[in-house]
């Protein structure tokens, strides 16, 4: 699937179309790895061993690919300084921070409901 570049017609922006890039944006920063990174940044400035150690579990290559889509999509920023080795920093940027907001409410939510959530899995599993 191909997806359009947005021309800031309504239709392209539409999640409930196949080739909509919001489908897409949604589709990439809809992931948890994202969504931990997202959190993990916050208002901070972190190296990637850092954020590796903020996001456990997550593998050299996820974090690169993530991080590459957040910057792809202008979540995130990347700088890198001119030292040996190179030191390289992660920052979210304004549409970054906005986004973070709706991320600490879907954790707010997980924390608000994570025993009625437990309690149901146990249910429908026995």
């Not at 191909?2 to 909509?20: N, P």
């Not at 969504?35 to 690169?64: N, P, Q």
């Not at 690919?65 to 304004?94: D, F, I, S």
């Not at 907001?101 to 025993?115: E, P, R």
Request: net charge neutral.
């Amino acid at each position: 699937m191909v997806t359009k570049q947005f021309a800031g017609a309504a239709d392209e922006a539409d999640l409930r179309r196949a080739d909509s890039l919001a489908r897409e944006i949604f589709s990439d920063v809809a992931n948890k790895w994202a969504l931990l990174i997202i959190e993990a940044l916050g208002e901070r400035t972190l190296r990637f061993s850092e954020l590796r150690d903020e996001v456990e579990g997550i593998s050299h290559k996820m974090l690169t690919q993530n991080l590459r889509m957040l910057e792809r999509n202008g979540l995130a920023e990347r700088k890198v300084h001119p030292t040996v080795p190179p030191r390289v920093e992660y920052t979210l940027t304004e549409p970054g921070q906005a986004l973070r907001a709706t991320v600490d409410l879907i954790c707010g939510w997980t924390h608000k409901y994570f025993g009625h959530i437990e309690t149901a899995r146990q249910r429908f599993d026995a």
